[in-house]
């Protein structure tokens, strides 16, 4: 069959494929930003007003990081247990409660940090902009320069890098193992 046996071929597919997701899940967990986007920003706003829960600039300096932590992981664990603070707060927001999240306690750091990035960010006063007008949300759509799309994201070009890696691997792979 060649110098690779059946079994070695399988298993190193196989650790190439962990080392692939582990590396695009390990990106993905460090980003504040991306975490927040995908999980936070239907419910809340950094600086721009309540919505169905708190505004959340400045949410570090109003609570312990080490009750944010535990809140954000399981905010009703906490509102049954009594909690004055995680009481209040769900009292106050319509006793709407937060969903569970299954964060890591550094994927709650990695949000926490970037809430508290834009917070900074947010705090200082910027001049209003006037409204885009059809032609210029056409022309950001026409050059990826614009940030609107964000083509050049750093983890989107680590996703894209390890899964071109990993499918240039099992294509090598499967053309050692098929030659005779």
């Known amino acids: 069959m060649g110098p690779l046996s059946k079994y070695s071929v399988s298993s190193v597919k196989i650790i190439l494929l962990s080392l692939f997701f582990l590396t695009v899940t390990k990106a993905f ?3 504040g930003e991306l975490l927040f986007t995908q999980n936070c920003t239907a419910c809340h706003t950094i600086g721009g007003g309540p919505l169905v829960g708190p505004d959340l600039k400045g949410v570090s300096e109003k609570y312990e990081e080490s009750w ?11 509102v049954k247990a009594g909690d004055e ?3 209040a707060t769900f009292q106050q927001y319509n006793m709407v409660p937060m969903p569970d999240f299954p964060f ?7 949000i ?3 809430i508290e990035s834009k917070s900074t ?4 006063v910027e001049p209003e ?3 885009p007008t059809a032609k210029e949300n056409n022309a950001s759509v026409l050059h990826p320069d614009k940030k609107s799309l964000d ?6 070009r680590l996703m894209f890098w390890s899964f071109t890696l990993a499918i240039v691997t099992a294509l090598v792979l499967i053309y050692f193992t098929t030659r005779s």
């Open 121 to 124: 960010v947010t705090a200082t």
């Open 68 to 78: 944010l932590l535990k809140f954000i992981q399981s905010s009703q664990t906490m």
């Open 85 to 87: 603070q995680a009481v």
């Open 104 to 110: 890591k306690v550094d994927e709650v750091r990695a």
């Open 129 to 131: 902009q006037p409204e």
């Open 151 to 156: 083509y050049y994201h750093p983890y989107k």
């Open 112 to 114: 926490l940090d970037y």
């Open 29 to 31: 967990s460090q980003n």
